[in-house]
């Protein structure tokens, strides 16, 4: 029975209901059919720019949803750092939020900035020297997250290098094609939804 949120509650339950057949229409797309019937991916870079975007968005609907109902997941109640883990944390969030500004700037400038794209490189490798002697943390969930912080640098750094191209004049320029932008809106959305999700995990991030 509904409490007095039901118009809340009918947007949301709606939106469950909904996704699942949505996901299931979508993916109709990318796949294709052998001649002995075996159903494999299609390689295709527009599929394979359209399953990354569904991966994507999957995720980020699970999160929405964790964060929309405070008692979605009994696991997902914020963490509070440990006194003795404090110092080391800040390390890691530090880091990200120097990762976080300059990431964002870059996917959304108007030209690559080659610059900031250095930097962050640099300093996830400079990253990796710091942290490679640094004992683990007490909290488990504290571990798991700053493991996640060193890592998702790498990945976008990765995924960006899909995302460029040189001009003949030795310039670099976002790709134009539906399946780049596609790529580069995907990122860009889980940037934010990573950083929301890291002030949500932590009660005192």
């Known amino acids: 029975r509904l409490s007095s949120n039901r118009g809340f509650y009918c947007t949301e339950t709606a939106r469950i209901q909904s996704f699942p057949k949505k ?6 797309g990318m796949t294709e059919t052998s001649d002995d019937n075996i159903v494999t991916w299609k390689k295709t870079s527009a599929a394979l720019s359209s399953r990354r975007a569904l991966n994507a968005q999957l995720h980020e609907q699970n999160r929405e949803l964790s964060r929309r109902f405070m008692n979605w997941r009994t696991d997902n109640k914020p963490v509070t750092i440990p006194e003795e883990d404090k110092v080391g944390f800040k390390i890691y969030k530090d880091y990200w939020r120097d990762f976080y500004s300059k990431a964002s700037k870059f996917i959304n400038s108007r030209s690559p900035n080659m610059t900031l794209l250095g930097e962050i490189r640099n300093a996830s490798e400079s990253f990796d020297t710091k ?15 700053t493991r996640w912080i060193k890592s998702f640098p790498k990945k976008l750094l990765e995924d ?7 001009t003949a004049t030795d310039g670099v320029i976002w790709k134009r094609t539906s399946a780049a932008m596609n790529n580069r809106r995907a990122l860009n959305s889980q940037l934010h939804e990573e950083n929301s999700e890291l002030a949500t995990r932590f009660s005192n991030w």
């Open 23 to 28: 996901l299931l229409q979508d993916v109709i």
């Open 131 to 145: 942290t490679i002697a640094m004992a683990q943390f007490t909290n488990p969930t504290v571990n798991r997250e």
């Open 160 to 166: 960006v290098a899909g995302l460029t191209e040189t």
